[in-house]
């Protein structure tokens, strides 16, 4: 007579809802690869000298009615941050002190020295300028992604021009320039659904037309005769805000020629129209392989910087 043996216990059947926890942590892990992609600390110090040097430029040029803003203050309704952060209000001697600070500490920062104290003081004195200059009834849209680059850049830390090797956080600060660059097509498209109440509201309607008579050059005008001509051209350019996005699943030649393509928009906008979108235009340059730079430049410096040897004996007389 044998022994009973007990059964041993079937398992447990599996449930659809067991995975879940881990497809989530995939999922995750997923988006957290693609905002951490690594990229050589080399790529950052190149375009931390273009975002600093460009700075400076924008305060000079671009932007340069903060201080002017100063001598009326009445007129001074901040947008949504400068209501939240307590910014200073606007008067000259504000707008002169946040000038000297943004260019002497662009010009610290873009060398790589003290990375984060001066990266960090030009943040939140740009973003204080910035705030200033939109207070006054314009808010101008392609400054987004230099604002970001400003505050992102600091995060960084050391980066110098010879340094290939990869990095998380350098990874992660131009992935955070490159959402915002896209984010400026979007939301563009976005506000003009908005303002309309449909997409072929405002890309059948008379923008262009009005554009082109308002400030169009010599090189536009003649498209005033040909409105089905315009009426096509609001579409491509409502489209390709819409599909901005898809960028980030280009490589290679693919995304050169997407890039070129919003270059060459705001080319032919500029000569056309004189609307320049130049602090985007910088910002694509997060999308570059930078690096490849560094070597050239070495070169061609080595070439300058290299010393003949003077006149031997021999010859000194000849």
């Not at 943004?102 to 001066?118: D, F």
């Not at 990266?119 to 973003?127: H, S």
């Not at 230099?146 to 998380?168: C, K, N, Y």
């Not at 270059?263 to 235009?281: D, E, K, N, Q, R």
Request: hydrophobic letters at 55%.
């Amino acid at each position: 007579m044998t022994a009973a043996t007990p059964e041993q216990p079937a398992p447990a059947a599996a449930t659809p809802g067991d995975s879940r926890p881990a497809s989530w942590r995939r999922a995750l892990g997923a988006v957290g690869r693609w905002w951490t992609s690594p990229v050589p600390l080399a790529r950052v110090a190149v375009l931390r000298l273009v975002i600093y040097l460009f700075v400076i430029y924008d305060v000079l040029a671009l932007t340069n009615d903060v201080i002017p803003h100063g001598y009326a203050p009445d007129l001074y309704q901040p947008t949504l941050i400068g209501r939240i952060l307590p910014f200073p209000t606007p008067s000259p001697g504000v707008g002169w002190f946040l000038l000297v600070t943004i260019i002497a500490a662009s010009l610290v920062a873009a060398t790589g020295l003290l990375p984060r104290i001066a990266g960090g003081v030009v943040a939140v004195a740009y973003l204080a300028w910035m705030v200033n200059s939109q207070g006054f009834a314009y808010v101008s849209h392609d400054h987004l992604a230099l604002i970001v680059a400003t505050l992102v850049l600091p995060t960084v830390g050391r980066a110098r021009f010879t340094d290939l090797r990869p990095s998380e956080a350098g990874g992660w600060a131009l992935r955070a320039i490159q959402v915002a660059t896209v984010a400026t097509y979007v939301g563009s498209a976005v506000n003009k659904v908005a303002r309309t109440g449909s997409p072929w509201a405002w890309a059948n309607g008379a923008v262009f037309t009005w554009a082109i008579m308002r400030r169009g050059s010599a090189i536009i005008t003649w498209t005033l005769e040909y409105p089905w001509l315009l009426r096509l051209s609001q579409w491509g350019l409502l489209v390709a805000e819409v599909l901005s996005p898809v960028v980030f699943w280009l490589r290679g030649k693919w995304l050169a020629l997407a890039i070129g393509f919003f270059l060459v928009f705001h080319l032919a906008t500029y000569l056309s129209l004189g609307i320049h979108f130049l602090p985007t235009v910088v910002c694509w340059a997060a999308f570059a392989p930078l690096e490849r730079l560094v070597p050239p430049v070495q070169r061609a410096w080595r070439r300058v910087t290299r010393r003949e040897p003077g006149p031997g004996p021999a010859t000194a007389g000849a």
